[in-house]
């Protein structure tokens, strides 16, 4: 690796015009005070580096289950994935990824499988840390059918600042693990509901990498029913 590789990360086109507007007020604070004109090279920085959208080694293997997102595990209880997607109405084993401002907002498909499901709710902009963001906030959720016959649930869910869930996939459309498949913008939080009998692998405060750091493994019966289905 390069040693700019390390501070140059590609970004996301959505960042685009937004670094072109903190550039653009950038070149105006100058023209008032240059403090300000640095002030704004810090927050121009900052905008690139929040839209970056660096590469990542997916782990291989069947029935691993990866974050969806950079950042922190803030909640990991059980509760009922979101009734549009048609899950049921029993409660599941929910772990929860809280991204600050500062995290790469990239959002990845934690496994494999086909969306069977996809439901947008407007709603409020709570601090996406607190457990009721879950139902109040604005909100995007997935559910990916696996080979296997089971579901997950991946929700994305706005934040205090978020203003603007994006999402580019469709129902009935295939997915792979640590695919890209949705962005938030400036700070929110990834619910992922794990099926029944499966136990998270992390634990509350764990540093996420979204599409490499492992949050569940299926287990042997995935594994062995994936392999007859091939």
Request: one cysteine or more; a neutral charge.
């Amino acid at each position: 690796m390069k040693m700019t590789d390390t501070f140059i990360k590609p970004m996301h086109p959505e960042g685009l015009k937004f670094v072109g507007i903190f550039a653009a007020i950038t070149v105006v604070l100058f023209l008032i005070w240059d403090p300000l004109g640095w002030l704004g090279v810090g927050l121009t920085v900052w905008c690139y580096y929040f839209f970056r959208d660096p590469k990542r080694s997916v782990p291989q293997g069947a029935g691993l289950l990866v974050s969806p997102a950079d950042g922190v595990i803030s909640l990991i209880e059980r509760a009922v994935p979101p009734e549009e997607l048609g899950m049921g109405p029993e409660a599941l084993i929910r772990v929860s990824v809280f991204m600050s401002v500062f995290n790469c907002h990239v959002n990845r498909a934690p496994i494999a499988g086909t969306i069977g499901a996809l439901a947008y709710r407007p709603g409020k902009f709570l601090n996406a840390s607190l457990d009721k963001a879950s139902v109040d906030n604005e909100r995007n959720a997935l559910r990916i059918d696996l080979p296997d016959g089971r579901q997950i649930a991946v929700v994305q869910i706005a934040g205090l600042v978020a203003r603007r869930i994006m999402w580019w996939v469709n129902i009935g459309q295939s997915i792979r693990t640590g695919e890209r498949f949705g962005l938030i913008r400036f700070g929110s939080r990834l619910d992922v509901y794990l099926p029944e009998g499966v136990a998270p692998q992390v634990a509350l405060g764990q540093t996420m990498v979204a599409g490499e750091t492992v949050i569940a493994v299926l287990g042997r019966d995935y594994t062995a029913a994936v392999g007859q289905m091939e």
